[in-house]
């Protein structure tokens, strides 16, 4: 069974600064994939960025960055110069790509209310 | 616009109701599915659609019943739902493409039983 675990209910960070998310997760899997998704107010999933569990550097987007320990089994993200519109609900989710898939479940972590202060 | 559309986006039924929520996506995938978000809880899936054929059902309480006509639309049908069924409930599709790796998800709906 995979299991996120996301141990920060809310944060706080003051405009332009960076910030991380904390995301760790436990699998028996060899091949999976781990994927941080954004929720505003609004509702929608936005995708932001994912990495593989083979892949050897870390994922970037933009202003967003995947700290990938892969022995620790961690999979932060980092938000630099963080901005207004960032203010939302985060999501760490992984999927096993066991038997080389990319269709199944994707288990989320409870999520990261994330605040960004002018 | 997120290429996966779902409405409505909010309704408010009664627990004696019969309603239907409709996703529907353009962007080629393959997979369909359904989550369920509710308050303070992980989001959970409740049932996959691989190629149009029902491949997971979560244990999915009866009173919610999916449809999968092809594999753009994605349909679940409610009846007789309890208040507990409210939440958000989001449509996700992805496809085996790299370029697309990550799930594509709707806007969502957001249902209230009253």
């Known amino acids: 069974a995979q299991k996120i675990t996301q141990t920060q209910p809310g944060m706080f960070v003051q405009e332009k600064e960076a910030v991380t998310l904390d995301c760790t997760y436990d699998t028996s899997d060899q091949s999976y994939g781990l994927f941080w998704y954004k929720q505003p107010s609004s509702g929608e999933m936005i995708f932001l960025i994912y990495q593989g569990s083979y892949d050897e550097q870390n994922a970037t987007e933009g202003r967003y960055s995947l700290n990938f320990q892969k022995a620790r089994k961690s999979a932060n993200l980092v938000i630099s110069a963080s901005q207004l519109g960032d203010s939302a609900m985060y999501f760490c989710a992984m999927i096993s790509r066991a038997g080389g898939t990319s269709y199944g479940k994707l288990t989320f972590g409870q999520g990261t209310i994330l605040t960004v202060h002018p | 616009e997120t290429g996966v559309t779902q409405t409505p986006r909010h309704l408010v039924m009664g627990m004696t109701n019969k309603k239907s929520l409709k996703c529907e996506q353009h962007l080629g995938h393959n997979a369909m599915y359904w989550y369920k978000q509710s308050a303070k809880k992980p989001l959970e899936l ?53 370029a697309t790796y990550g799930y594509t998800f709707g806007s969502g709906t957001r249902l209230t039983v009253v």
């Open chain 2, 46 to 98: 409740m049932f996959v659609y691989n190629f149009k054929e029902q491949t997971e059902n979560n244990s999915v309480p009866s009173r919610f019943s999916p449809e999968c006509p092809n594999s753009s639309h994605l349909f679940l049908h409610l009846h007789t739902l309890q208040p507990e069924d409210s939440a958000l409930y989001l449509c996700a599709s992805n496809s085996k493409d790299r």
